[in-house]
């Protein structure tokens, strides 16, 4: 992978770019945002799956199809306005289904490309999952803090020469990052779920957040010691 790692660099950034203004859109609930939002979540996807010469392995099939999944159940919910049982199941198996490909890798095998598409695809999968959240679910605007700090990151981490395309940054490890990961998806599957109450769904938002920043925090404080990025 190392060889393409340049050229997952400067994409990232593009898409970062593009992220946070999807975001502001989102926020501000300006006319078509959810569209908008989708259609960047699969155009992001396809780039990103191109970028890493990856979607060959089972692993990287399945990676790109929960993706596709979460993308298909949005738009149900996107055409009727509303987030019905059947919508969000499909978008619950879509987040369910992040565990198919990892037990896929470990069964067939994986690389360190399909590990990046792997962290790429839970980002626009935050996208998406936030986009319902807010337009669809009640959930406040701030929400899209879950995959704006993501995107904050890999910008500062840029800046800082820091190897923000690592998806194991902690020394091959990102055992923590999984974790918090897992939990966030399932904050986010709770949060728009039709009967959960909206004093719930809020609380499920504000401790991710705190989730993934305090984990973004520590992946920066480790990487800043070791400046492993090439200049």
Not at 23 to 37: I, N, S, Y
Not at 100 to 111: I, L, P
Request: glycine residues 10%; aromatic residues 6%.
């Amino acid at each position: 992978m190392r060889n393409i790692d340049t050229v997952l660099r400067r994409w990232l950034v593009v898409e970062a770019i593009g992220g946070l203004l999807i975001l502001a859109w989102v926020a501000l609930g300006m006319r078509g945002f959810a569209p908008a939002a989708l259609a960047f979540a699969a155009i992001a996807g396809v780039a990103l799956a191109a970028v890493l010469h990856s979607g060959s392995t089972a692993a990287d099939k399945v990676t790109l199809g929960r993706l596709a999944l979460g993308i298909v159940g949005a738009a149900l919910v996107a055409r009727t306005g509303a987030v019905g049982w059947v919508a969000w199941s499909v978008l619950a198996i879509a987040v369910a289904a992040d565990l198919a490909d990892g037990w896929a890798a470990r069964r067939f095998g994986g690389s360190d490309a399909g590990a990046a598409l792997d962290m790429g695809a839970d980002q626009l999968t935050w996208l998406v999952l936030a986009t319902v959240a807010i337009g669809f679910a009640g959930a406040p605007a701030w929400a899209i803090a879950l995959p704006g700090i993501r995107w904050a990151w890999v910008l500062v981490g840029t800046a800082m020469a820091l190897p923000i395309h690592d998806p194991k940054p902690v020394d091959g490890d990102n055992s923590r990052g999984r974790c918090i990961c897992g939990a966030i998806a399932v904050a986010l599957v709770v949060a728009i779920a039709p009967a959960t109450p909206a004093w719930l769904a809020t609380a499920a938002l504000a401790a991710s957040t705190v989730a993934i920043a305090f984990s973004y925090a520590g992946d920066a404080r480790h990487m800043l010691r070791t400046r492993r990025a090439p200049a």
